[in-house]
C-alpha cells in the first residue's frame, strides 16, 4: 500500500505550489468518506449520506488543509512568525505547522470561549497566546492591523493559501465516489470553507473530472448566523464555538458559492446541533464537534427538500475530542458511579 504523502504532493498540479516552495506536512488530508446508515434511513428513499470526516487531520479539524499550504507559502517567503484570530481550531492548526516550519506563532482567542483540547494543542504546541476580552471578531480586527504594520504573516482564511488547500477536500470527495454528490451540507463560521469546497467542485467540472457540481447547503447556528439573516451579529451565542462569528470574512463569497449552485443557507438551533451530534457518536461511532454536527442537523431539518435518490455529504469539520466538556455535558450514557467492586454487583447492573 502507498502511504498517503499529504495534500500538496498529492494534488501538487492543482495547488499555487513550485518545485522551490519547501513543503510543511504533518500529512493532512486524504480523510475517509464514511456512509452513515442511520442517517440515509432518516431521509429516506434511496438517497445515500456519507460524512467527510475531518476530524481525522493531524490536529483534528480541516485547518491543517489550509494551513499546510499558508505555512509552506509563508516559509517560502522568507516569513519568520504568523498570526492569527481563532476559536480554536485555527489557532491550534497554525501553531502546530508554524513550528514545523521554525516559526512563532502568536494565536489571539477569545478569553473563556475556547474549547479545552484546542487550548491544549496551542499549548504544547508553544504557540503564543493572548486570550482577548472580546470575540473572535474583535480578535480578527485586531490581528488583521497587526499583520499591516508588523513583520509577521496572517493565517485566517483571509489567506488565500488557505483556501487553496482547503478545495483539496472536494478534490478527494469526487475522487472517491467517482461523481460529484447532490448536495454538500457544511456548517459555516467565517465562510472561508464552503468558498472553498465550491473552488474545488468547480476546478474539477471544468476540467472534465466530473459531470456535476452539487448544491451547496451551508448552515449555521442559531445565535450565530449571519449569511441566514444576512446582517453582522453584533454578540454570536451558541455551544458551537468553532462557528460563533457575527461578521464572516468570506462572506461574498460564499453567497456566490450558494448563488451559483443554487444552494441554500439555513440555521439550527443549538438543541438540534446536539441531537445530530448524539446521534452520530450513539449510532454511527462518529465523535465529532458541536460545530460539525451543524451540517448533519441542517440535513435532517431540509430532509423533506432533498431530491430523490441523491448522494449526500456532509462535512465532519473537527473531532469530538477537541471539546471534552460538550461530551460530558452532553449525553444519553448511562454512566454508574461508585459502583461496589463485586461481581454480584457488577451483574446486577449490567441487567443479569
Ligand atoms: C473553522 C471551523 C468551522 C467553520 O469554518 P469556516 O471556514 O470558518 O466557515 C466549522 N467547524 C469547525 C470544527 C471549525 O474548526
Avoid at 446536539?274 to 435532517?300: M, Q, R, T
Amino acid at each position: 500500500m502507498k502511504r498517503w504523502p499529504g495534500l500538496i504532493k498529492s494534488y501538487r498540479d492543482w495547488l499555487p505550489v513550485s518545485e522551490s516552495t519547501p513543503v510543511i506536512t504533518l500529512k493532512e488530508g486524504g480523510t475517509p468518506l464514511i456512509p452513515v446508515a442511520s442517517i440515509s434511513k432518516r431521509i429516506g428513499g434511496n438517497t445515500k449520506v456519507y460524512v467527510k470526516y475531518d476530524g481525522l487531520n493531524p490536529t483534528g479539524s480541516f485547518k491543517d488543509r489550509g494551513m499546510t499550504m499558508a505555512i509552506s507559502k509563508a516559509k517560502e517567503e522568507g516569513c519568520k512568525a504568523v498570526i492569527c484570530a481563532s476559536t480554536g481550531n485555527t489557532s491550534a492548526s497554525a501553531a502546530a505547522y508554524a513550528k514545523r516550519g521554525g516559526m512563532r506563532a502568536f494565536v489571539l482567542i477569545p478569553d473563556g470561549y475556547v474549547a479545552q483540547g484546542k487550548l491544549a494543542q496551542a499549548l504544547v504546541y508553544g504557540a503564543e497566546i493572548l486570550a482577548i476580552k472580546g470575540n473572535f471578531d474583535h480578535a480578527l480586527d485586531i490581528v488583521r492591523e497587526i499583520s499591516d504594520s508588523y513583520p509577521v504573516t496572517l493565517v485566517n482564511s483571509v489567506n488565500p493559501y488557505r483556501l487553496q488547500g482547503q478545495k483539496t477536500a472536494a478534490f478527494e470527495i469526487i475522487d472517491d465516489l467517482g461523481e460529484a454528490p447532490d448536495w454538500l451540507c457544511i456548517p459555516m463560521g467565517n465562510a472561508g470553507n464552503i468558498s472553498a469546497y465550491w473552488m474545488g467542485f468547480k476546478e474539477y467540472f471544468n476540467a472534465g473530472k466530473c459531470k456535476n457540481k452539487p448544491q451547496m447547503m451551508g448552515f449555521q447556528a442559531s445565535g450565530s448566523a449571519p449569511l441566514v439573516y444576512n446582517k453582522t451579529i453584533i454578540d454570536p451565542e451558541t455551544i458551537a464555538t468553532a462557528i460563533r462569528i457575527g461578521n464572516p470574512v468570506n462572506k461574498e463569497k460564499a453567497i456566490k458559492a450558494k448563488n451559483e449552485s443554487n444552494g441554500a443557507f439555513l440555521d439550527v438551533t443549538d438543541k438540534e446541533i446536539i441531537e445530530a451530534y448524539k446521534l452520530l457518536g450513539k449510532e454511527e461511532g462518529i465523535f465529532c464537534e458541536p460545530a460539525s454536527a451543524a451540517s448533519i442537523a441542517g440535513l435532517l431539518k431540509r430532509k423533506d427538500e432533498v431530491p430523490t435518490n441523491s448522494t449526500i455529504v456532509c462535512v465532519l469539520t473537527g473531532n469530538g475530542l477537541k471539546d471534552p466538556e460538550c461530551a460530558i455535558e452532553n449525553n444519553d450514557a448511562y454512566f454508574h458511579k461508585g459502583v461496589e467492586a463485586n461481581i454480584k454487583k457488577v451483574a446486577s447492573i449490567m441487567g443479569f
